[in-house]
């Protein structure tokens, strides 16, 4: 079978290799649609120090059951499915209070462990999830990075009627000032890049403000009405934005970091204190992929507009080349088996 296999850092290319052959307690699912993550391109660059090579890339990978357990009741051949990438030991500590999605020992499909962009996959049985007819292929795999939005929104606890700022407006972002407006949250989108705030305008976020060409503080102030907001989720990673959000944040307000910054970064700790702050970590997600689905199927959230393009599998390879060398034309791509 065909896959998109990275040799070594910056070495890309579709290769043919021995078919996938369905593994014990899993299910073999034929790949029909696979997203392009930020992290595929971390891989591609060789800056994510997670990931082993040859590789082969993708973890948002939907597709068709072609073979299942003996004893499965639930799915059948045929039925229309998405991985949920992120395979936990169930045992650790993490694992054993429900925190599967930072387990110990996880393996992330296209990171730890061979991805999806492939003709095939196989993949546990508890960790595949039914797709709603109503959800074309091509935007079925945009529910994974809904979900990373979700728990960074969930980790934050963010209640109706709560100001969040969400600082960054790329997919994460947008997902989560979307998911934010559902909830009957506000959303305040802080990023440097015009067009990303005029898409945030278009899926009605109701306040946009670019922090390099405009006071971002005072803006925030005006808009809380003095209290600065409850919540911020912090999105881009960028050092700025994450020592901005210790500003944005009201006294007693919750911030969610879901970005991954490349290096330490100093931060006035008196402030934590002083606001009594609360910070927390936000990586994967755990249990929330039935309701991105169902999100995305009843249009709570317009992944649409979040699509750059479509490629098909063969152009894989020199899509990831060419978001790697200009990753600002793009913001999220989905390959598809020609459907
Ligand atoms: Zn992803
Ligand atoms: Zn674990």
């Given at each position: 079978?065909?896959?998109?296999?990275?040799?070594?850092?910056?070495?890309?290319?579709?290769?043919?290799?021995?078919?996938?052959?369905?593994?014990?307690?899993?299910?073999?699912?034929?790949?029909?649609?696979?997203?392009?993550?930020?992290?595929?391109?971390?891989?591609?660059?060789?800056?994510?120090?997670?990931?082993?090579?040859?590789?082969?890339?993708g973890h948002e990978?939907?597709?068709?059951?072609?073979?299942?357990?003996?004893?499965?009741?639930?799915?059948?051949?045929?039925?229309?499915?998405?991985?949920?990438?992120?395979?936990?030991?169930?045992?650790?500590?993490?694992?054993?209070?429900?925190?599967?999605?930072?387990?110990?020992?996880?393996?992330?499909?296209?990171?730890?462990?061979?991805?999806?962009?492939?003709?095939?996959?196989?993949?546990?049985?508890?960790?595949?999830?039914?797709?709603?007819?109503?959800?074309?292929?091509?935007?079925?795999?945009?529910?994974?990075?809904?979900?990373?939005?979700?728990?960074?929104?969930?980790?934050?606890?963010?209640?109706?009627?709560?100001?969040?700022?969400?600082?960054?407006?790329?997919?994460?972002?947008?997902?989560?000032?979307?998911?934010?407006?559902?909830?009957?949250?506000?959303?305040?989108?802080?990023?440097?890049?015009?067009?990303?705030?005029?898409?945030?305008?278009?899926?009605?976020?109701?306040?946009?403000?670019?922090?390099?060409?405009?006071?971002?503080?005072?803006?925030?102030?005006?808009?809380?009405?003095?209290?600065?907001?409850?919540?911020?989720?912090?999105?881009?990673?960028?050092?700025?934005?994450?020592?901005?959000?210790?500003?944005?944040?009201?006294?007693?307000?919750?911030?969610?970091?879901?970005?991954?910054?490349?290096?330490?970064?100093?931060?006035?700790?008196?402030?934590?204190?002083?606001?009594?702050?609360?910070?927390?970590?936000?990586?994967?997600?755990?249990?929330?992929?039935?309701?991105?689905?169902?999100?995305?199927?009843?249009?709570?959230?317009?992944?649409?507009?979040?699509?750059?393009?479509?490629?098909?599998?063969?152009?894989?390879?020199?899509?990831?080349?060419?978001?790697?060398?200009?990753?600002?034309?793009?913001?999220?791509v989905v390959g598809?088996f020609d459907i």
């Amino acid at each position: 079978m065909k896959a998109v296999q990275l040799k070594n850092p910056g070495n890309i290319s579709i290769e043919d290799i021995p078919q996938t052959l369905r593994a014990k307690d899993e299910i073999l699912v034929k790949v029909r649609s696979m997203g392009i993550c930020g992290s595929d391109i971390g891989a591609y660059r060789g800056v994510n120090p997670l990931v082993t090579y040859p590789r082969i890339i993708g973890h948002e990978i939907a597709g068709e059951v072609v073979e299942l357990p003996e004893n499965e009741t639930g799915l059948k051949a045929g039925d229309r499915v998405l991985l949920e990438p992120y395979v936990y030991c169930g045992t650790c500590y993490p694992c054993s209070i429900g925190h599967t999605n930072c387990c110990e020992n996880l393996t992330v499909r296209g990171v730890h462990i061979e991805g999806g962009m492939a003709e095939y996959v196989s993949h546990p049985r508890h960790l595949i999830h039914k797709v709603p007819d109503s959800i074309p292929w091509h935007l079925v795999p945009m529910a994974e990075p809904l979900v990373i939005a979700m728990h960074a929104i969930r980790q934050s606890e963010t209640r109706a009627g709560e100001h969040v700022v969400i600082t960054g407006a790329g997919q994460i972002g947008l997902l989560a000032a979307q998911y934010a407006l559902s909830l009957g949250a506000v959303p305040i989108i802080v990023d440097p890049v015009d067009e990303r705030l005029a898409l945030s305008r278009k899926l009605d976020i109701p306040h946009t403000i670019n922090p390099v060409s405009s006071d971002s503080l005072s803006e925030i102030w005006a808009i809380t009405g003095g209290r600065m907001a409850e919540v911020v989720i912090e999105a881009s990673g960028d050092a700025r934005a994450i020592r901005s959000a210790i500003d944005y944040v009201s006294y007693a307000g919750r911030i969610s970091l879901v970005g991954w910054p490349k290096s330490d970064i100093p931060l006035p700790t008196a402030l934590f204190t002083k606001k009594e702050l609360t910070i927390r970590g936000s990586r994967n997600s755990a249990g929330q992929f039935p309701e991105s689905l169902r999100l995305i199927a009843e249009g709570k959230v317009n992944v649409a507009a979040l699509l750059t393009q479509t490629v098909s599998f063969l152009d894989l390879p020199n899509t990831v080349k060419a978001i790697s060398e200009h990753p600002e034309k793009f913001l999220k791509v989905v390959g598809t088996f020609d459907i």
